[in-house]
């Protein structure tokens, strides 16, 4: 069983599934509105009135997810937690209060997710695919066929934005609605064009805020499906209702009217500037898409290997001296004897990486090559977990100053002792027997091996020296036993 929480810009909500045959089937679903969006004050600071509001929640949520036995949980984070200027300070309480860690993920990787959950509820598998999903701080395009993304792109415009921009106080009007559906158009006027219907069969809306609006249409004989006609017939409708407090139409809920008037001026924003003649709405999205990475990754089929190949080819590293470099470090680290294995995939994917920043320059280019990692779009992989990557990568030579205060990590130290040594042994062409050196790495650094490997490779024990002198200058013992 799999579990994926998604912390919203307007609601947060919690899934848990069940991989059963070619679905995963949801067990339980929990959605609690919390308003993140709406609790950032002008500065973009989370206030403590919607913090205290989020903490409660993950609260529940933690009661809710500890009744089942789980094989995995993701807990991913969207727009407005991207974009608060103190979600520093929030997310070690939310964490806690969740007892799992949060991914704030971009919005690239938020559309694959999506996409992932659409394309896996569909058994289509040559059908090219539009997937809109209007979310409370931000809206992701996604263009495929069958399971697989071609093109992906997060706009800066939600429904929680949009609302309280354009419908102060509540008021529904025609200028309002207007201005709110040229605002929308504005963002996406420019990201249109590859969009368009000649590059797809069908088009589907993935979030709850399409699926509500598609929910009402349909409940108050507004018309059939989302469709430009059924879409302007209901924003009459609101308009005639001039405020959102006397909103009362089956298929909505009270507390989602205020949100919904934004989301449907994005949706009519949308059709307009791609040409939609008509889109229908699906059951799937995020959360599915994160149940559905957790059961991939289960079966080793990790969207991130993709990732990491991906990059080697784009920016044509020599992908044979990178995998012997990868292997090496796995070995060592290894024999470093780890707490865990949670840093051996990143040391795996950083040593392949650890020669990118060579499409920029020749020197620095573990600068480079850590700044690439740390800003590129990897599909499957987290915030996070890009910028351990890229402090590997930064670490992997020169001073270690730069890197000293996550040397106090004992695994990310062993992991940096293994890839710097790993890439020392390739540039002296040493070809390391596993089976007799010696790695220890506690409060210092002892390395064994053969004297004959310092003997046949003169250049080694220059680098050995510099080594010492690297670790030196960050408090670190470095001895070298050359045995017989």
Same mark, same amino acid.
């Given at each position: 069983?799999?579990a994926a929480?998604?912390?919203?810009?307007?609601?947060?909500?919690?899934s848990?599934?069940?991989?059963?045959? #070619?679905?995963?089937?949801?067990l339980?679903?929990?959605?609690?509105?919390i308003?993140?969006?709406?609790?950032?004050d002008?500065?973009?600071?989370?206030?403590?009135?919607?913090?205290?509001?989020?903490?409660?929640?993950?609260?529940?949520?933690? &009661?809710?997810?500890?009744?089942? *036995?789980?094989?995995?949980?993701?807990v991913?984070?969207t727009? &407005?937690?991207?974009?608060?200027?103190?979600?520093?300070?929030?997310?070690?309480?939310a964490?806690?209060?969740?007892g799992?860690p949060?991914?704030?993920?971009?919005?690239?990787?938020?559309g694959?997710l999506i996409?992932?959950g659409?394309?896996?509820?569909?058994? *289509?598998?040559?059908?090219?695919?539009?997937?809109?999903?209007?979310?409370?701080?931000?809206?992701?395009?996604?263009?495929?066929r069958?399971?697989?993304?071609?093109?992906?792109e997060?706009?800066?415009?939600?429904s929680? =934005? !949009?609302s309280?921009?354009?419908? $102060?106080g509540?008021?529904v009007?025609?200028?309002?609605?207007?201005a709110?559906?040229?605002?929308?158009?504005s963002?996406?006027?420019?990201?249109a064009?590859?969009?368009?219907?000649?590059y797809?069969k069908?088009?589907?809306?993935?979030?709850?805020?399409?699926?509500?609006?598609a929910?009402?249409i349909?409940?108050?004989?507004? +018309?059939?499906?989302? &469709?430009?006609?059924?879409l302007?017939?209901?924003?009459?409708?609101?308009?005639s209702?001039?405020? $959102?407090?006397?909103?009362?139409?089956?298929?909505l809920?009270?507390d989602?009217?205020?949100?919904?008037?934004g989301?449907l001026?994005?949706?009519?924003?949308?059709?307009?500037?791609?040409?939609?003649?008509?889109?229908?709405?699906?059951?799937? +999205?995020?959360?599915?898409?994160?149940?559905?990475?957790?059961?991939?990754?289960s079966t080793?089929?990790?969207?991130r290997? !993709?990732?990491? *190949?991906?990059?080697?080819?784009?920016f044509?590293a020599d992908?044979?001296?990178?995998?012997?470099?990868?292997?090496?470090?796995?070995?060592?680290f290894?024999?470093?004897?780890?707490?865990?294995?949670?840093?051996?995939?990143?040391?795996y994917?950083?040593?392949l990486?650890?020669?990118?920043?060579? $499409?920029?320059?020749q020197? +620095?280019?573990?600068?480079?090559?850590?700044?690439?990692?740390?800003?590129?779009?990897?599909?499957g992989?987290?915030?996070?977990?890009?910028?351990?990557?890229?402090?590997?990568?930064?670490?992997?030579?020169?001073?270690?100053?730069?890197?000293?205060? !996550?040397?106090s990590?004992?695994?990310?130290?062993?992991?940096?002792v293994?890839?710097?040594l790993?890439i020392?042994?390739?540039?002296?062409?040493?070809?390391?027997?596993?089976s $007799?050196?010696?790695?220890?790495? =506690?409060s210092?650094?002892?390395?064994?091996?053969?004297?004959s490997?310092?003997?046949?490779?003169?250049?080694?024990?220059?680098?050995?020296?510099?080594? *010492?002198?690297?670790w030196?200058?960050?408090g670190? #013992?470095?001895?070298?036993?050359?045995?017989a």
């Amino acid at each position: 069983m799999y579990a994926a929480v998604d912390l919203g810009s307007n609601s947060f909500r919690l899934s848990v599934g069940k991989h059963d045959g #070619d679905t995963i089937r949801v067990l339980k679903s929990m959605r609690e509105p919390i308003r993140l969006a709406a609790g950032l004050d002008s500065a973009g600071n989370l206030s403590e009135e919607a913090i205290e509001r989020a903490i409660a929640c993950l609260r529940n949520f933690r &009661t809710a997810l500890a009744a089942y *036995q789980l094989d995995a949980i993701r807990v991913v984070a969207t727009s &407005t937690l991207r974009q608060a200027r103190n979600v520093a300070a929030f997310l070690p309480r939310a964490e806690q209060a969740i007892g799992q860690p949060i991914e704030i993920i971009s919005g690239e990787e938020e559309g694959r997710l999506i996409y992932m959950g659409v394309a896996q509820s569909l058994a *289509q598998p040559s059908e090219r695919r539009l997937v809109i999903d209007i979310g409370g701080g931000s809206t992701e395009l996604i263009l495929g066929r069958g399971p697989d993304i071609e093109r992906v792109e997060s706009f800066s415009v939600g429904s929680v =934005k !949009q609302s309280m921009a354009f419908f $102060v106080g509540g008021r529904v009007d025609a200028p309002s609605f207007e201005a709110a559906i040229l605002s929308a158009r504005s963002h996406f006027e420019d990201g249109a064009p590859p969009y368009h219907p000649q590059y797809w069969k069908r088009a589907y809306g993935s979030s709850g805020t399409i699926r509500a609006i598609a929910d009402i249409i349909e409940k108050n004989n507004l +018309g059939k499906g989302l &469709t430009p006609a059924s879409l302007e017939a209901l924003k009459q409708r609101f308009i005639s209702l001039g405020h $959102v407090s006397r909103i009362d139409m089956p298929g909505l809920r009270p507390d989602r009217a205020g949100t919904v008037i934004g989301g449907l001026a994005i949706l009519i924003g949308v059709f307009h500037e791609l040409g939609i003649s008509q889109a229908e709405p699906i059951e799937a +999205g995020l959360r599915m898409g994160v149940m559905w990475d957790l059961y991939l990754r289960s079966t080793k089929r990790d969207r991130r290997e !993709q990732s990491v *190949q991906d990059c080697l080819r784009k920016f044509h590293a020599d992908e044979a001296r990178a995998a012997k470099v990868a292997d090496m470090a796995l070995a060592m680290f290894s024999l470093a004897k780890p707490a865990g294995e949670a840093m051996a995939r990143p040391l795996y994917w950083s040593a392949l990486l650890h020669e990118i920043g060579m $499409v920029v320059s020749q020197t +620095g280019y573990h600068k480079h090559g850590a700044y690439m990692i740390e800003n590129a779009d990897m599909p499957g992989f987290t915030t996070r977990e890009q910028r351990l990557m890229s402090r590997l990568v930064m670490a992997q030579k020169g001073n270690l100053r730069k890197v000293e205060e !996550q040397l106090s990590d004992g695994d990310f130290a062993k992991a940096v002792v293994a890839l710097r040594l790993a890439i020392l042994f390739m540039h002296s062409r040493i070809e390391p027997d596993f089976s $007799v050196l010696k790695l220890r790495v =506690k409060s210092r650094i002892e390395l064994e091996l053969r004297r004959s490997w310092v003997a046949e490779h003169p250049t080694v024990a220059y680098w050995f020296e510099k080594e *010492q002198e690297l670790w030196d200058e960050v408090g670190v #013992d470095f001895t070298v036993k050359s045995l017989a």
